[in-house]
Structure formats: structure tokens, C-alpha cells
């Protein structure tokens, strides 16, 4: 991200980063979030100005975020759950509500959520707003490797089939699942045509069949994306936003849109999600969580997030920073709007407020319990 790095550091220091960082030193913001999910940049920037030291650790799924919160063996300031885990956080009373009278970023009529934000929380429990303010959005899509002879063809034409069913790939296709149980049930559940949020004894036994059918050569997290990128894996469900992550990671590297040996194909019916920033009722840094969140919620800084997470912009306006480059001079700015503009939105064009895929609802604890044993007996085989 070296162009987006120089040409928002002189706004960085125009936006005097260092008039507060005298205040509140020493206090610290012990961010629980997932990997490589915050631009260090916006880190040191929001240091230089609040003198808040963030001490961050790290998970990778929404069931860990929630078991630590719960746990409450560390009384973390600020968590990134998605919309499902944000319910069952509220439902569990393990959420303070936030205070918006310390948020001065937060103006929906001039720094406006995108559209399709704004559906997901309407899909969301009443008065999300008041726990959650969201961060990044996207979906979730089979990524795929285009030096697999055939096999772009057989996705583009067949979608979920060419996923799940041997018959429709190139012979020796290698195909990765996300390994997070929800996710692999609701793939299956996607893949018959059904909601991924529908749970009984009948669906979890179609999911069984569905993925015990498809021979798997990984099951991962990360790896997935690395995989395909390195030719050892030639079809994997996952982020969309771990695609956009290696995209922007070659085209660092100086590859072109042209070099790029792999893409994702994203489903209409698919998974949507929406991470989110919440405050624990457990944190102790109240004013550090909030002043964080109101530092994410500037344009010019959830631009600069983006330009290195490779995932979508909650924000109307940061987003329109970073399509407006497109036709750029600057190679990379212009294929980074590209990106932006073909992968995200999610809204349709017919409906903006309606969006590509389904965001995962909050289910019971004991259907949860029967996911995560069924998708563990189909890894056991």
C-alpha cells in the first residue's frame, strides 16, 4: 500500500495527529479483534493524537470472541464480533451501550453508512445501533484458481455446483472449506437452496450429507486464500474480503490486474456478514473504546483501514474516496477502486437497501452444539 501510505501522510499531519498526544498517556485500549484486521498506521496515528497506547490481541471466530468475553478473564475495551455473535452478546447482557455523545464522527446525513449497511442492521435484533457500530461488511464467495485448466469456466457457469459437486469440476480439483462449523453448515444449506439460518434435526442431516458427498482437501482459516494464491489449493469458500486482502497483496507487489492468477465468484445466495465494535460491560477503558471508535468513524481514516485490511468500508463517504480513483494515473489507486467497484457494493441495483447474501441470525446454543458435532463427524471420516 506504499501510494496510499504517501498520499495520506501529509493529510495525517494536517489533520494535527499530535495536539492531543499528551492526554490520557499511559492509559491503554486492549482491542480484542481478528488477524490482520486494522491498518498498523491508523494504530500509531490514533496514539500520536490520544496518547492511548492499544494493546491488541487476537482470535479467529466469533465463538472465541465469545467465550472470552464471558469468561471475563480479561476485561477487554473493545471487541469486533459479527452481527450473529453481537446478538447473542446482548442476549447474554455482555454488552454496554454506546455513548453517543462522545462519538463527533457520527452524522448519518453528512458521513452517512453505506446502503447496504444499513440493510444488514435492519435485518438485525431491535436497537442494535445502540450496542454495535459497524466496521467491515462484505460476503462471503468461492474463491478460485485460474491455473486450473477449465475450471474459472465451470464456476462461472455453475456456481455452487462447481463447489460441491466433482461432477461439474476439472478432474483433481483441490477444494478448501472455511472451518468454522456455521459457516460449512450454512454453505451446504446455501448449496440445496435453502436459508442458512434454518436449523432442525432434517437440515443439519442434509448439511451432513452435503459436505460428507465432497471430498475436502483442507479445512482452514487464512490458509485458504494462501493456498489458492500459492497452487495448492484450487477452490475454497471464504471471505470475500480475504480475496480482496491478496488481491491488494500482489498488486503491492507490482503484479496487474492481469497477473493475478486467481478470483472469486460470489453467489446470490450467499453468506452476508458485518463485523462490529462493541464494548464489553467488563471494560475498563470506556473512554478509550469510544474515542477509538469515533477515530475509525472519520472518513479519511476508514480509508486509510481499508487501503491495508482489504475488506468493504462501513462508510458512504470513505468509499467514495476510494472509487473516485479509478481511472487514475496512479496504477495501483485506479485497480483498488477497480476492486472496490466490481467486489463492493453488495446492495442490487434494483433495490439498494437489499444486498447480495444473507446475514447470519443468532440460533440457540444447543443447535449450535449440533452444527459444530456434525460438521466435526464429517471431519473425522
Avoid at 494462501?226 to 471471505?239: C, E, H, Q, R, T
Wanted: hydrophobic fraction near 40%; charged fraction near 20%.
Amino acid at each position: 500500500m506504499a501510494n496510499v501510505k504517501k498520499l495520506y501522510l501529509l493529510a495525517i499531519l494536517v489533520l494535527g495527529l499530535s495536539i492531543l498526544s499528551g492526554c490520557n498517556r499511559g492509559n491503554e485500549l486492549l482491542l480484542l479483534n481478528w488477524g490482520e484486521y486494522l491498518n498498523e498506521e491508523v494504530i500509531e496515528a490514533f496514539e500520536k493524537e490520544t496518547g492511548y497506547v492499544v494493546v491488541q490481541d487476537i482470535a479467529d471466530s466469533n465463538e472465541l470472541f465469545y467465550s472470552k468475553i464471558k469468561s471475563g478473564t480479561t476485561a477487554y475495551d473493545l471487541v469486533v464480533p459479527s452481527e450473529y455473535m453481537v446478538h447473542k452478546m446482548y442476549e447474554k447482557d455482555l454488552l454496554q451501550q454506546i455513548d453517543y455523545s462522545k462519538l463527533t464522527n457520527y452524522d448519518p446525513v453528512n458521513n452517512p453508512y453505506m446502503e447496504g449497511v444499513l440493510g444488514i442492521q435492519s435485518e438485525m435484533f431491535e436497537g442494535n445501533e445502540n450496542y454495535a457500530i459497524p466496521y467491515f461488511w462484505g460476503t462471503f464467495g468461492i474463491i478460485y484458481n485460474k491455473q486450473k485448466a477449465g475450471l474459472e469456466e465451470a464456476v462461472l457457469e455453475h456456481g455452487w455446483n462447481a463447489y460441491f459437486d466433482s461432477d461439474y469440476q476439472p478432474e483433481g480439483t483441490r477444494v478448501g472449506m472455511y472451518n468454522v462449523p456455521r459457516f460449512a453448515y450454512s454453505a451446504a444449506l446455501l448449496y440445496q437452496g435453502h436459508n442458512p439460518n434454518e436449523v432442525s434435526d432434517e437440515m443439519i442431516d442434509l448439511a451432513y450429507d452435503t459436505l460428507s458427498n465432497t471430498e475436502f482437501t483442507e479445512w482452514g482459516f487464512d490458509t485458504l486464500k494462501k493456498g489458492i494464491v500459492a497452487n495448492n489449493l484450487d477452490l475454497a469458500f471464504s471471505y470475500t474480503g480475504d480475496f480482496l486482502d491478496m488481491l491488494y497483496t500482489r498488486l503491492d507487489a507490482g503484479d496487474t490486474l492481469e497477473d493475478i492468477t486467481f478470483d472469486i465468484y460470489i453467489p446470490q445466495n450467499t453468506i452476508a456478514f458485518m463485523d462490529m465494535l462493541v464494548i464489553p460491560k467488563k471494560a475498563r477503558h470506556v473512554d478509550a473504546a469510544h474515542a477509538f471508535i469515533d477515530f475509525l468513524l472519520r472518513p479519511e481514516m476508514a480509508y486509510l483501514n481499508a487501503s491495508s485490511v482489504g475488506y468493504a468500508t462501513p462508510l458512504q463517504n470513505a468509499y467514495d474516496m476510494i472509487v473516485a480513483h479509478l481511472g487514475d494515473e496512479d496504477t495501483w489507486l485506479d485497480q483498488w477502486a477497480y476492486a472496490n467497484l466490481t467486489y463492493y457494493p453488495m446492495p442490487l441495483e434494483t433495490d439498494p437497501i437489499k444486498y447480495k447474501g444473507v446475514p447470519l441470525a443468532h440460533i440457540d446454543q444447543s443447535w449450535v452444539d449440533k452444527i459444530t458435532t456434525m460438521v466435526n463427524n464429517v471431519k473425522s471420516r
